[in-house]
């Protein structure tokens, strides 16, 4: 299994961005697929997760409704669409998929623990 995430580059705070992340080697369903961040001198945190089978989704709380994770299964790929961006988003932004218990990885908020492949990430960098 293989993930390959994208989209990430330099934005200006109020912009928006969609970063997307490809998974080879295996089907969405039946899995739980999460995004990460860490930034610098920071510890990596879930920014959002999802369960493509049943669409549930679980996002970090302070983000509010400013990130949407949604599926294309027929592309196998995965996206986290950002809004109204902040200089503190700027990060390192990892995809993961977790070892195939989906709604319950989702449901415990898609802690690190529970993933079991990764992306090699994409940095996104929110500066004027």
């Known amino acids: 299994v293989q993930l390959q995430a994208s989209g990430g580059g330099l934005v200006q705070p109020g912009d928006s961005l969609m970063l997307s992340c490809v998974v080879s080697?295996?089907?969405?369903?039946?899995?739980?697929i999460a995004w990460f961040r860490q930034a610098p001198g920071k510890e990596r945190e879930t920014v959002s997760c999802l369960s493509p089978t049943d669409g549930s989704t679980f996002s970090l709380y302070s983000l509010g409704n400013r990130v949407t994770i949604f599926a294309d299964k027929s592309k196998n790929t995965v996206y986290l669409q950002m809004y109204r961006t902040k200089p503190e988003d700027t990060a390192y932004y990892y995809c993961?998929?977790?070892?195939?218990?989906?709604?319950?990885?989702?449901?415990?908020?898609?802690?690190?623990?529970?993933?079991?492949?990764w992306g090699k990430g994409t940095q996104v960098t929110v500066s004027s």
């Open positions: 080697g295996a089907t969405l369903d039946g899995y739980a």
């Open positions: 993961a998929l977790d070892n195939q218990r989906g709604l319950p990885t989702v449901n415990g908020g898609c802690p690190q623990r529970a993933m079991a492949y």
